[in-house]
């Protein structure tokens, strides 16, 4: 699987849209592109995922570059909640059953 | 929501003792895992485990680990003899697809807090 690079660290304002953003230069066709959050050592906790598309969901947009070499997670009205660990991963699926988890970006949100 | 629970949430234990880390996965989930994350550190893979057979294993999944679903409900993690170094938290994790098509979504336990002294 790809590997990912991502910003160890972000702050954004509470109420504001954060952008945290994803490299995967050498993502394959067939690697989905997942990103997972973990709060204060809880359990990492899916948000979204995707292939090609733009993605949205109720917690999040995933946004992918036309050539899939990175990729934007925005949530919208950033919350002091969302202060987290986000991890972007890419994941071929297939005989390969585990995620494989980087570093990360420390989003803080301030008030 | 449905979720995946996990006991103790903290357990301690003396260097060479024997320890059980339960699991109940989703009901419909049929793949389960076990990762670990040792304080500060990245979260890890352990184990992958479908139709009652370990799928993929990690190098830190050494002899001292087995997993094991006793009956339809519970997944555990067992070490058997106890070291320092495995001190962690550890997540069960389960899915209901494998990933064929990557829609390989996993919901993670809040995790046991495991401390070796």
């Known amino acids: 699987d790809a590997k990912t690079t991502q910003p160890p660290s972000m702050d954004c304002a509470e109420g504001r849209a954060a952008n945290l953003p994803c490299n995967h230069s050498?993502?394959?066709?067939?690697?989905?592109v997942y990103w997972y959050r973990q709060i204060h050592s809880q359990g990492p906790q899916y948000i979204i995922h995707g292939l090609k598309n733009n993605e949205t969901n109720e917690m999040a947009s995933l946004i992918i570059t036309e050539d899939r070499k990175s990729s934007t997670l925005i949530l919208p009205h950033a919350t002091l909640r969302d202060t987290a660990v986000y991890y972007c991963i890419s994941y071929s699926g297939g005989s390969n059953y585990k995620l494989t988890f980087g570093k990360g970006t420390l989003l803080t949100v301030n008030p | 929501e449905p979720e995946v629970t996990q006991t103790p949430s903290h357990q301690v234990t003396q260097m060479g003792q024997e320890v059980i880390l339960r699991c109940v996965p989703i009901s419909n989930h049929l793949y389960f895992y076990w990762y670990r994350q040792i304080l500060g550190q990245k979260v890890e893979f352990l184990v992958s485990f479908y139709n009652n057979e370990i799928s993929e294993k990690s190098e830190i999944f050494d002899d001292q680990f087995s997993v094991e679903r006793p009956d339809g409900s519970n997944f555990t993690l067992k070490i058997r003899s106890t070291k320092l170094e495995d001190s962690a938290m550890y997540f069960c994790?389960?899915?209901?697809?494998?990933?064929?098509?990557?829609?390989?979504?996993?919901?993670f336990g809040a995790g046991s807090r495991l401390t070796v002294l």
């Open positions: 050498t993502i394959s066709g067939n690697e989905y």
């Open positions: 994790a389960s899915s209901r697809d494998r990933g064929r098509t990557g829609a390989n979504v996993l919901t």
